[in-house]
């Protein structure tokens, strides 16, 4: 008997011990090794059995053997994707085939759950668009521009509240163009197929001009200048001469008078108009005669005087110039200089660069405008040459630049609007104190995962900073996500004539960059990071050195104020072990940023792998960020590394 409850004790021992083992998830090489037997036919791809899946090629972001980011792009693939082996990769973020020769049917991807990007332009691939990835809610950008796609463009993409960036150019689609009217829409490209009827009018479409829709020769509207007929043409109805309308010896007579009175009418009509005309071409002529003998002083350049009206950007004067969009192609918005000048001003703050307004056009269309406190610094060619690379920047977690505006004594930039509005209001309310409430920490993780990606991005243009990173300069998105602004804008900073700085802006300012003369650089940027990281965890903004202050005991610190938090019953932990390995590994990624020493700080892409790992392991110890009043939309970088690399 004895020996039957010791057997019984051991069987349930070792039941135990298997269950309390962690399951083993299968990691992803399977599935691509049989992506690769169908469309490798080249062997292009060096993949092979029993090797780590994280550090095959194409593998962009890899966690535990689970792709999250594959780029398989001018790879010479062939043949068609299988709906089938693409799904098992349902840990997808980012998936790319972008410049290879597939053909057939866009697979369907809706058990890709996760996936946010996906790039198969350039390709041969036809039949429908694919339905299924209106299902995918996180998607923000699909990209199939030149394949052969057919079909409508489906109204259910309205559902992808996220939609960032649409490009659909060199396809054969037919039908009418939904009414998007998602405002997380920033890029949109329909340009060259077979699309037809009227462009709808959403505050969504009205932001993009003709060269978004061009190449559609059924298209109206306008974003393309082209007015929509009615479609109700009344053709007068025949008459047969074998049933006159009047007797037979009345009808040539009355006709004759109605002639005569047709011509006399169109005659006296063209008298008229030729009168019209040149009235106005005098009274015309006499205006550009008086405005020419008040504007020669300007020396042929054009007046831009200072004299903004209140609540407007209005200047007297001819030949202020022109309004100069960056990017070109989708990026070109659809207002012009006049319809800016016209728009109502809001002041919405001031630095030492200048003074930002939320501008509201007479169409409802709103943007942001920097007006630049300096005009004339620097010289025009440099200025011109700097703003084009700034405008060629493109990136989930940048505000873009639009356009830019030059005159004799104005310079204006012009962004997209950002109604969420700032960091530093999220984390400090309305007070101006700078006196917050520290961020949950799966918050912090987020943001500064956001911050980092756009900064890295920043970096991997040669010599490109930013320059004044804090957190009025980083503004909400559509998706709360964190988007940079006010990036490479200290060039324009004239060091002969420059205002003193804030304590607030001077201090997340690394210690060799303090004075404004310094140039530069990026390490000092990974500094403003560390230090915006601190705030994150803190809700105290910098209004002194915090290194110089706290030192080594910047951690202690840290922790005591986020214990006042919790005894006050606000808690921004979870409480948990988890939580509190999370928060030591920011804590330790801001500290390394901190250094006072340039070359002892991590690069940017150092500092996004390691918050990328806390993140993971977050995901993967903890789920108290799904439940969290704290908890950000999990956006993650959404464009393949290629396309982000430097210009």
Known sequence: MERSYVFVFLCVSVLCLILSQPARSEDDSQPLLALKSSIDVLHKLPWRQGTDVCTWAGV????????????LEHSNL????DSKILNRLNQLRVLSFKGNSLSGQVPDLSALINLKSIFLSSNNFSGEFPSSLALLHRVKVIVL???????DIPASLLNLRRLYILYLEDNAFTGSIPRFNQTSLRYLNVSNNRLSGEIPVTAALIRFNASSFSGNAGLCGESIHQPCKNGSVSLAPSISPSHPLVPGGTAPASNRAKLVKIIGGCVGGVVFIVVCMVVVWAICRKRKTRGGAAGSGGGGGGDGGDSNKEGGFAWEGEGLGKLVFCGGGDREMSYSLEDLLKASAETLGRGIIGSTYKAVMESGFIVTVKRLK?????????????IHVLGRLTHPNLVPLRAYFQAK???LLVYDYFPNGSLFSLIHGSKTSGGGKPLHWTSCLKIAEDLATGLLYIHQNPGMT??????????????????????GLSTFLNPESMDEPSATSLFYRAPECRNFQRSLTQPADVYSFGVLVLELLTGKTPFQDLVQTYGSDIPRWVRSVREEETESGDDPASGNEASEEKLQALLNIAMACVSLVPENRPTMREVLKMIKDARGEAHVSSNSSDHSPGRWSDTVQSFPREEHQSI
């Not at 962009?60 to 780029?71: E, I, S």
């Not at 957190?471 to 964190?482: A, H, I, K, P, T």
């Open 60 to 71: 962009r972001d890899c966690f535990n053997g689970r792709v999250r980011k594959l780029v």
């Open 78 to 81: 062939t043949g068609s994707l």
């Open 145 to 151: 521009s030149q394949n052969h796609i057919s079909g």
């Open 374 to 386: 300096d005009a004339r610094y620097p010289g025009l060619e440099e200025f011109r040459a700097h």
């Open 409 to 411: 004594e104005e310079r």
């Open 466 to 487: 930013h320059g004044n990173l804090k957190s009025s300069n980083v503004l909400l998105g559509s998706d709360f996500e964190s988007c940079l602004t006010d990036y």
